[in-house]
């Protein structure tokens, strides 16, 4: 059985938490408390529904995972299982709590970082078993993926982002967001009004010629560099 295969519960549970969350909060709080414009997004009706990869940087926990969310089943008003939209999150951050745990169930994909847990730094071995769970989300579907794996401003991308995408041979789309930061009142929970956030969705990353070689860290140092120039944090 495939670990992201769900069950008749699961995928209407999941159906329900997106449905509640669109009306509940990214309508009142994203259209009328605040604005959340997106750029770009005209690309979501051109990509194929399988084998798509979103590589945006990070300032939150959720808010613009949540935004992404509304952008592809609210506003572009695509079918909730196709594409079959997923975002990676830290294993320990989606276990926190009953909200993180159905947020987990609306498409988290987890997996145990081998730099950072609770806040702090670690150094250990790769979570094989996670990985393999986020290409797997790739492969059936859409996946924004957070490469800097923490929301520390002006944290470097990780260069096994490069990696993961010379394995799944994925449609890569750099998006860029600002401003979510400022929607938070308190740590990671959202509360402010009147501000102005954004998602800029580029064109998709010519990897051809990365894809047709075999991988070795120069050329994979390279494609870390060119994502970082679009997403990256300014110095």
């Not at 999941?14 to 690309?43: C, E, K, M, Q, W």
């Not at 967001?177 to 010519?206: S, Y």
Request: hydrophobic residues 45%; proline residues 6%; charged residues 25%.
């Amino acid at each position: 059985m495939s670990s992201l295969e769900q069950s008749f519960f699961d995928r209407w549970l999941r159906r329900g938490i997106i449905t509640s969350a669109a009306f509940g909060f990214t309508l009142p709080y994203f259209r009328l408390l605040n604005r959340v414009h997106a750029t770009g997004d005209a690309i979501l009706d051109t990509l194929p529904h399988r084998n798509v990869v979103f590589l945006s940087n990070h300032q939150t926990y959720f808010m613009e995972a949540i935004a992404f969310f509304d952008l592809v089943y609210v506003k572009h008003a695509m079918p909730l299982e196709d594409p079959f939209t997923r975002f990676s999150a830290a294993t320990e951050t989606m276990q926190k709590n009953l909200v993180t745990q159905l947020f987990t169930k609306a498409g988290g994909v987890t997996f145990r970082r081998s730099f950072r847990e609770g806040g702090k730094d670690v150094k250990r071995t790769a979570d094989f078993e996670g990985i393999a769970k986020v290409e797997e989300a790739i492969a059936t579907g859409w996946l924004l993926h957070f490469p800097a794996g923490t929301t520390q401003k002006g944290a470097p991308l990780r260069p096994g982002v490069a990696q993961l995408l010379h394995r799944t041979k994925a449609i890569a789309v750099p998006v860029r967001v600002d401003g979510f930061r400022e929607l938070l009142l308190h740590k990671q929970i959202p509360g402010k009004f009147l501000r102005k956030c954004h998602l800029t969705l580029h064109p998709p990353m010519d990897l051809d010629a990365f894809y047709a070689a075999p991988y070795d860290k120069e050329r994979g140092a390279e494609v870390v560099e060119r994502l970082s120039a679009i997403i990256g944090d300014p110095a």
